[in-house]
C-alpha cells in the first residue's frame, strides 16, 4: 500500500472548561524599575525624622525643666553662701575684737605687774633697773591703750606696714606669740 505524503493536521487545543478549575489570585508585581522600593525607603526616612525631631523635643523639654530647677538650686545655694559667709564675717569679727581686748588686757595686766614690781627690782638690783622696769610698764600701758583704742583695720593695716618694714622683727614677734601661747596651753593642761 501507498502511503500518503500529506501531513496530517494535529487535533486542536480544546479551551479548558473555566467552571470546573478554581481561580488563582494574580502573583505579585514585580517593583517596576525600583519606585516602590524608593518610595518605601523616602517613607521610613520620613518617619525616621519625625521620630528624631519628636524625641529632640521632648529632650529639649526634660533639659529646659532641669535647667530651671539647677538654676534655682543654684540661687539658693549661693543666698545661703552669702548668708553664712556674712555669719562667719560676724563671728570673725567678735572674735577679733575679743582677742584685741584680752590682748589689751594681758599687756596692762603684765604693765602692772612689772610697775609693782619695780620697788623690789630697785632693792635688790638698783634704782637704776627699777626706773627702766617703771619704764617699761608705762610703755606697756600706753600700748594697751592704744590698741584698745584702735579699731581692727586700723591695727591690721600696722601690722602689715610692720611685716613691710621689717620681716625678721615679725617672724621674731610671731615665734615669740607662738611660745607664750604654747606655753600657756600646755600649763592648763594636767598631762604636761
Known amino acids: 500500500m501507498a502511503e500518503s505524503t500529506t501531513p496530517k493536521k494535529a487535533p486542536a487545543n480544546k479551551p479548558a472548561s473555566t467552571a470546573t478549575s478554581p481561580k488563582r489570585p ?10 516602590e522600593a524608593k518610595a518605601r525607603f523616602s517613607k521610613a526616612i520620613e518617619e525616621a525624622r519625625t521620630g ?5 523635643r521632648d529632650v529639649q ?22 548668708v553664712m559667709g556674712d555669719q562667719a564675717k560676724e563671728r570673725a569679727t567678735a572674735l577679733a ?3 584685741k581686748s584680752r590682748a589689751s588686757d594681758a599687756i596692762s595686766g603684765l604693765g602692772k605687774v612689772v ?13 637704776r633697773y627699777g626706773d627702766y622696769a617703771r619704764t617699761a610698764a608705762r610703755t606697756m600701758q600706753e ?17 602689715r606696714q610692720l611685716v613691710r618694714k621689717s620681716p625678721g622683727l615679725a617672724i621674731g614677734i610671731a615665734a615669740a606669740v607662738g611660745f607664750m601661747f604654747a606655753r600657756l596651753f600646755r600649763g592648763g593642761n594636767k598631762d604636761s
Do not use: V
Request: proline residues 4%; aromatic residues 2%.
Open 26 to 35: 494574580a502573583p505579585p508585581k514585580a517593583p517596576n524599575n525600583g519606585t
Open 52 to 56: 528624631a525631631q519628636l524625641l529632640a
Open 61 to 82: 523639654d526634660k533639659s529646659g525643666a532641669y535647667r530651671e530647677k539647677l538654676t534655682s538650686t543654684g540661687t539658693d545655694w549661693i543666698e545661703e553662701a552669702k
Open 97 to 99: 575684737k575679743d582677742g
Open 115 to 127: 610697775a609693782d614690781n619695780a620697788g623690789t627690782i630697785d632693792e635688790k638690783l638698783g634704782t
Open 143 to 159: 600700748t594697751a591703750a592704744k590698741i584698745e583704742a584702735k579699731e581692727l583695720d586700723e591695727l591690721g593695716e600696722e601690722a
